[in-house]
């Protein structure tokens, strides 16, 4: 590998390099009946990027990646799930990798040597890389439980207390990489306000931009649904310059760039399978935080669904809805489904997250939310885009929303009712610059400012969902 391979981290320092070649496994992946029926080998060469500092300064695998670990959920992935494409192997071991802690880049060649090519030939190989701004799309493999043991797998410990950032040091980059601007630097919403009662809607408009969506990814290989609230949540150390985007960390609170030292919680070494385990996310502020929510529907009354959704939080105790954006209409990013109407609701909370979490979830269900499909059609969706500036990526919850920073359907309405938001973390940055960059952006159909006072008649559904492909202005 040569360096124009090399990853670089914020400083444009080079990434140290942990690589894995030649992991092989018979697996029964490919597009042919016998290729499904026979099997034949697959073989994975694997690049960790990552800055081996720590673990090296404290001759401790803690604060590395485990080779051996990543081998076997590699060999896992190979033998596993039959897919037709190679690049669907590739993308589900970049997805397992770079949910290990520590890990800020992955590359991955899956190679196919007795693919049923008809001409002589040496290999078949897919390389990709994966990282924070160019996430995988497809969910992180987890082996059934007790399946990969770590040295450390010893059961759970009590948790020592959050360490400054600032005592780290041999990672003197940590801190710049986590700040952004606190959502309270944001300018005043322009908020209109509707009837008594009715949370503001913010303005202005955007003309329609028509045309299709962005290329939708496979349902059934994406997704983060992990199971209940709060099972199996938090573990290991500081994490180190992001480029995480799933798996487990510690929650963070990011400081502004002059504002405090961020402060990391300790390592947390294991958690006992089943256990619930309470962290920062559990914590209810000591003021108020500013959240953003990211409504969306597309199946039965969408617009009327939405507007009772905004009801709902506005009168979830703990939870005051500040301003509500215009409300969108989008092509569904994912398998094929009639369009979106998205909304984001600005609001000040004094919930925890993960109470804030459940609330969430709890509207959904007063609107018949079932999770029927991966990223497919639903009555109501409410997803957490921000709360505060609260970095974490725990099983249950990732903060920022882990998809908010590449997802127009909520940065575009995000940017109208708030034009100078800022979405803090890696990947995040200036919302409406974000916005104009999303790779949907063209989804982005209409949005109205009026709607929730007023039915807006392009909104109205069909009898299984919205009706997609107009341009309507409303
Ligand atoms: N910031 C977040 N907001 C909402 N849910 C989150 C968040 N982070 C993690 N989750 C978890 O994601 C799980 C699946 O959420 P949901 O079913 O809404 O996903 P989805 O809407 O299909 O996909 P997406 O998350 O890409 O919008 C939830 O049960 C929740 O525990
Ligand atoms: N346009 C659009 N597409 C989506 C949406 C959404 O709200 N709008 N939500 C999804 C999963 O949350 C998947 N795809």
Do not use: C
Not at 279 to 308: H, I
Not at 408 to 430: E, I, K
Request: proline letters at 13%.
């Amino acid at each position: 590998m040569n360096v124009q391979d090399d990853v670089h981290d914020e400083g444009g320092r080079r990434l140290d390099q942990i690589r894995l070649t030649g992991i092989s496994a018979t697996g029964y992946h490919g597009v042919f009946g016998h290729e499904r029926r026979d099997g034949q080998t697959f073989v994975a060469d694997v690049v960790v990027h990552m800055d081996t500092r720590r673990a090296a300064a404290g001759d401790d695998l803690a604060h590395t990646v485990d080779y051996g670990e990543v081998a076997q959920l590699v060999a896992a992935v190979l033998a596993g799930d039959p897919v037709d494409l190679i690049e669907t192997v590739a993308e589900r071991i970049a997805a397992t990798v770079l949910a290990r802690p520590h890990v800020q880049a992955v590359d991955v060649a899956v190679h196919k040597p007795q693919a049923p090519i008809t001409v002589p030939f040496g290999d078949v190989v897919v390389s990709i890389r994966r990282d924070r701004t160019k996430l995988p799309a497809a969910e992180p493999y987890r082996p059934p439980t007790g399946q990969v043991r770590r040295p450390t797998d010893a059961g759970a410990r009590p948790r020592t207390a959050p360490l400054p950032l600032t005592a780290d040091p041999v990672l003197p980059s940590l801190g710049a990489p986590l700040t952004a601007a606190p959502l309270a630097a944001a300018s005043p919403v322009p908020a209109p306000l509707g009837p008594p009662g009715t949370p503001p809607v913010a303005g202005p408009a955007s003309p329609p931009q028509g045309s299709p969506a962005a290329p939708a990814p496979d349902a059934s290989r994406l997704g983060h649904d992990t199971g209940p609230d709060g099972a199996g949540a938090v573990v290991v150390g500081p994490a180190p310059t992001g480029a995480v985007p799933t798996g487990v960390m510690p929650a963070v609170t990011a400081a502004a760039p002059d504002g405090p030292p961020t402060e990391l919680m300790a390592p947390l070494p294991d958690v006992v399978e089943g256990e619930i385990v309470l962290d920062a996310l559990d914590e209810p502020p000591s003021q108020p935080v500013r959240a953003v929510l990211a409504l969306g529907a597309n199946l039965g009354p969408a617009q009327e669904t939405l507007r009772q959704a905004v009801a709902d939080l506005a009168a979830t105790p703990g939870l005051e809805v500040v301003a509500v954006s215009p409300l969108a209409r989008t092509a569904a990013v994912g398998p094929e489904q009639p369009d979106y109407l998205n909304a984001v609701v600005l609001t000040r909370t004094t919930l925890a997250a993960r109470e804030l979490l459940r609330a969430v979830h709890a509207v959904e269900q007063r609107h018949g939310r079932e999770r029927l499909e991966h990223w497919g059609p639903r009555t109501l969706d409410v997803d957490i885009v921000v709360y505060g500036e609260t970095l974490a990526v725990t099983d249950d919850l990732e903060l920022p929303h882990p998809r908010a920073h590449e997802r127009a359907f909520v940065l575009q309405p995000w940017a109208q009712v708030d034009p100078d938001a800022q979405l803090p973390g890696l990947g995040g940055g200036p919302v409406a610059q974000l916005a104009a960059t999303a790779p949907d952006r063209d989804g982005v159909r209409w949005m109205a400012l009026d709607w929730l006072t007023a039915p807006v008649p392009a909104a109205n559904p069909e009898p299984d969902g919205v009706p997609s492909g107009e341009t309507h202005l409303p």
